[in-house]
């Protein structure tokens, strides 16, 4: 296995330098397979340093004159050798004899003239013709060449006996280039090829055809006549040279190319092959000279099925028409191809005839042919492509009595209907029509025949397929690419539609519905539309991916987007928007959606966890951090002896002493209460004053007793002292239980202007608010002034 691989990456190295030096070397799969192509590089000899393994080597058309054993030895694998179009004139087989694997030796078109017969014996394919040699290369050595299927021979003359050393093999193909041959008049030769399937002759191209031979084959099946040069006067020497040819039962297919013959000749051609065993009989090439006369002939019965004539040149240009056509319409085959002619037209057949296919592709017939002819009735297929037809409702007219017309060809012609409004006339027996390449616009569906199941209308005019009121209800495939169609077409109509082509049209915006509506379709091909990708075809495009892999026809490369810009070129594979953009409504909704649940959300917020409290707290407990903050020192250098001053009425003392004291004295904050710290002696009034100036803050409990026993104390004083001047932050709020703005007498100014000012704390019930609560009442003693105020009461 290892060895295996080193000698596969050594040749690919191998196969790399080669390549640099000597040219193209084809590496085969195999990797032992080389091709090394030489061919025309102007070489005048073999290059001594080709690839030892070259299996293939080609060597055509250069100016190698000599081949020389050493030129060969080495390349011990050679299998397929060419060396056509050189100048090679001598050539000693023996120089192969180190190539015991070559099967393929080309040496057509050299200059040999002799040779020596070494040959080797694994040849199967031999080809010396066109050479100058004079008589046939023939050695009795290539009676061994029992591998042998191909043999390429050239002479200037034939010689009864030339053939004998190969009589006895089978061979598949004998290529016998006579372009140089020459014979005396009176000369008469036989000649035994014997046995080959295909015999191939190719004559002088420009010289009369004169060879005079009896040539005896067996087994042959086809044979090919190249380069036939015939007059009125040699017309016969052909026909005396093809007596024994085709006198055999096996020839079934005779071909002729490049015929330049009288038309006279050509007739008399048909007059003798037509009781022959010939099956099929086609003539390439075809040059019909000198005059066309009316020629009176009468075909017997005949195994031809099949006459095909393509490429005709007419240089006779003053003839009778009728004297040309007559010839082919009265021929009693079964199928006739005449293609790529000057012929104008084809006479109805006289009677009833057995013309089952008929091809006339390219030539300039026009809407008057097979008009009203009733005798094409076993007419299965007529091709017209490539003509000169312009009339629909004519082309239909002319089926009409071609009662077993199954398919019709007119494309590529100049096709219009639009003249008529009446009904068409077509036979009921098509199934396939082909209208493409016209000028064919949407009023062709008014004129279509009844059971048509294949419809071919590509490339012609049509912008919308109108519905018909004839429906095509048997229609199975409809190919309408290449037209203006901005739409897919209505399934209603072809109810039986299982393909659809309908690429290359003007389709932007394709709807879902076809798809859906068109339960038979197995196949449709809609590539190169110029799509617009915008929300209309996201549908189309869903539908279509469903499908995709099993119906659609060239999915997903061919189909794209052309608008809007921004998307142009890609695919509608991927092409993708989402279902919101696309849909206002469900858009709309969305947005409604997302508000509603947004504000009840806010709303159940405020209701079941009382959100604007908290909202509040914060807000003061941030207010309260940063004044606490940008509190000057100095201010704090007063005589303060107490951290808070607490007033409060006797009904909230319980609240007092339970809750507001124990966790101002948990931070161990010195607080003034007036039962606690009051001087006897002196009036309530002046205890509270002495208290609030001994204190860094004042807290207020509010509550309506509060403000009924209490206030009255504070309202005075307040209304006197700016001490408490509005956003002062030496004063603490506490708002205990509501008090509503009736019960606040109205001579409490002050009151009710901080109340209004709503810069209260207010004590939720809740006990999970507890916490914030406390923080805001921290807030309000920061413990830097906790350190300081200590350390001025240790001074005092
Ligand atoms: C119709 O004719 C065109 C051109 O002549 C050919 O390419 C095409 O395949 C034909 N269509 C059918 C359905 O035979």
Redesign the pocket.
């Known amino acids: 296995m290892i060895k295996d691989k080193d000698s596969i990456t050594g040749s690919f190295h191998f196969v790399y330098i080669v390549t640099l030096i000597v040219g193209t070397i084809i590496q085969f799969s195999d990797e032992s397979e080389f091709a090394v192509d030489m061919s025309n590089m102007n070489l005048t000899h073999v290059p001594g340093d080709l690839p030892p393994k070259t299996k293939i080597l080609d060597m055509s058309q250069n100016n190698i004159s000599e081949l020389h054993l050493s030129d060969m030895s080495y390349l011990s694998g050679l299998k397929i050798l060419r060396i056509s179009h050189n100048r090679i004139w001598w050539l000693d087989f023996s120089i192969f004899k180190f190539n015991q694997d070559l099967e393929y030796l080309d040496l057509s078109y050299n200059q040999l003239r002799n040779m020596s017969c070494h040959l080797i014996r694994s040849l199967k394919h031999l080809d010396l013709s066109f050479n100058d040699f004079h008589v046939l290369p023939m050695c009795k050595e290539f009676g061994n060449l029992t591998q042998l299927q191909f043999l390429g021979l050239s002479a200037t003359k034939l010689r009864q006996l030339d053939l004998l050393p190969i009589a006895h093999l089978h061979l598949s193909y004998i290529l016998l280039d006579l372009q140089g041959y020459y014979a005396k008049e009176s000369e008469k030769r036989s000649l035994q090829i014997l046995d080959t399937k295909t015999l191939h002759l190719v004559f002088h191209p420009n010289q009369l055809f004169s060879v005079q031979a009896n040539m005896l084959v067996n087994n042959l099946g086809c044979l090919q006549l190249t380069n036939i040069k015939l007059n009125n006067d040699n017309c016969q020497v052909l026909i005396q040279f093809l007596s024994e040819l085709t006198r055999g039962p096996t020839l079934l297919n005779f071909t002729l190319q490049h015929v330049k013959t009288t038309w006279k000749c050509l007739v008399r051609i048909f007059n003798f092959l037509w009781p022959k065993p010939v099956q099929y009989l086609n003539i390439y090439n075809l040059t019909i000279v000198e005059s066309i006369d009316k020629e009176y002939i009468h075909y017997p019965k005949t195994a031809l099925k099949a006459l095909k004539i393509e490429h005709v040149k007419n240089e006779v240009f003053l003839f009778s028409q009728t004297a040309l056509y007559t010839i082919f319409s009265e021929m009693n085959i079964m199928m006739l191809t005449i293609s790529d002619t000057p012929f104008i037209h084809m006479l109805c057949p006289p009677s009833s005839n057995t013309f089952k296919f008929l091809n006339f592709t390219q030539n300039v017939f026009t809407d008057s042919v097979f008009q009203s002819c009733s005798h094409l009735v076993r007419l299965e297929t007529l091709i017209l492509?490539?003509n000169k037809l312009k009339d629909l409702y004519k082309v239909g007219l002319m089926t009409k009595h071609m009662t077993s017309l199954e398919i019709l060809?007119v494309?590529?012609n100049s096709l219009e209907y639009d003249k008529y409004d009446g009904n068409c006339t077509w036979v009921g027996s098509i199934v396939?029509l082909?209208l493409?390449?016209n000028i064919l616009t949407d009023s062709v569906f008014r004129c279509l025949p009844p059971k048509v199941k294949?419809l071919?209308l590509h490339n012609n005019r049509i912008r919308s397929i109108p519905k018909p009121i004839m429906k095509l209800e048997d229609l199975q495939?409809l190919?309408v690419a290449s037209n203006s169609l901005a739409h897919f077409p209505d399934c209603g109509t072809f109810n039986r539609l299982s393909v659809l082509i309908i690429d290359s049209n003007s389709i932007s915006n394709p709807s879902a519905d076809f798809l859906q509506s068109c339960h038979n379709i197995r196949s449709i091909s809609a590539g190169n539309n110029p799509f617009q990708c915008t929300c209309e075809l996201r549908e189309f495009v869903q539908s279509l991916g469903q499908v995709a892999s099993k119906v659609v026809e060239g999915w997903p490369d061919s189909y794209k987007c052309d608008y809007p810009e921004n998307y142009k070129g890609t695919l509608l594979k991927d092409f993708h928007v989402s279902q919101l953009s696309c849909n206002t409504t469900l858009l709309l909704v969305t947005i409604g959606v997302a508000v509603l649940v947004f504000t009840v959300t806010v709303t159940a917020l405020c209701i079941y966890f009382d959100l604007p409290w908290y909202l509040r707290m914060v807000f003061q407990w941030t207010q309260t951090r940063r004044r606490a903050r940008n509190t000057p020192l100095e201010e704090l250098q007063r005589t303060i002896q107490f951290h808070a001053f607490i007033s409060y009425s006797g009904h909230d003392s319980a609240w007092v002493k339970n809750e507001l004291v124990p966790c101002l004295e948990k931070e161990e904050l010195r607080i003034c209460l007036h039962e606690r710290n009051f001087i006897p002696g002196k009036s309530i009034v002046e205890n509270i004053i002495n208290c609030i100036e001994k204190s860094y803050k004042s807290i207020f409990v509010l509550s309506p007793n509060f403000v009924q026993s209490e206030w009255c104390h504070y309202e005075l004083y307040f209304a006197h002292h700016n001490l408490f001047h509005e956003g002062s932050n030496n004063l603490i709020l506490i708002l205990l239980e509501p008090i509503p703005q009736n019960c606040i007498p109205s001579k409490y100014h002050k009151l009710r202007a901080l109340m209004t000012q709503r810069t209260y704390l207010e004590w939720p019930k809740e006990k999970s608010k507890h916490g914030l609560f406390w923080a805001n009442i921290r807030a309000a003693f920061n413990m830097k002034l906790t350190l300081i105020a200590e350390n001025n009461a240790e001074a005092s």
């Open positions: 492509r490539k060809d494309s590529v396939l082909n493409s390449s294949v071919d495939e190919n």
